[in-house]
């Protein structure tokens, strides 16, 4: 079973990027999305999340109105829309999976698969 993520690039300030977060060998309707990024010398940050069926999500505070996460659960895969982007969104962003449970939040701890992460360079 793994997810993997992928669409990071190298994008102007204010262009877009889409990434995918693919699930492999597992069923992803039952899992909560998350993703996750970091940047050079700073700790792994949660960005936005999704909940199973896709009817909750949630938002940092610096990406919410920027960013977009949506799943296609037929696909078994997630992904998250990147608008507007900053220099400071540069990172890798990493997709993880937690089982739904009822709740749909950003705690690294409730998320036990993670994908390999894709890198995101925002030029200014």
């Known amino acids: 079973v793994q997810l993997q993520a992928s669409g990071g690039g190298l994008v102007q300030a204010g262009g877009s990027l889409r990434l995918s977060c693919e699930a492999f060998?597992?069923?992803?309707?039952?899992?909560?999305i998350g993703w996750f990024r970091q940047s050079p010398g700073k700790e792994r940050e949660g960005v936005a999340c999704i909940s199973s069926k896709g009817d909750l999500t949630y938002y940092e505070d610096s990406v919410r109105g920027r960013f977009i996460i949506s799943r296609d659960n037929v696909k078994n895969t997630a992904y998250l829309q990147l608008n507007t982007l900053k220099p400071e969104d540069t990172a890798v962003y990493y997709c993880?999976?937690?089982?739904?449970?009822?709740?749909?939040?950003?705690?690294?701890?409730?998320?036990?698969?993670w994908g390999q992460g894709t890198q995101v360079t925002v030029s200014s």
């Open positions: 993880a999976s937690g089982f739904n449970a009822g709740l749909v939040r950003l705690y690294e701890h409730e998320y036990d698969l």
């Open positions: 060998g597992f069923n992803l309707d039952d899992y909560n």
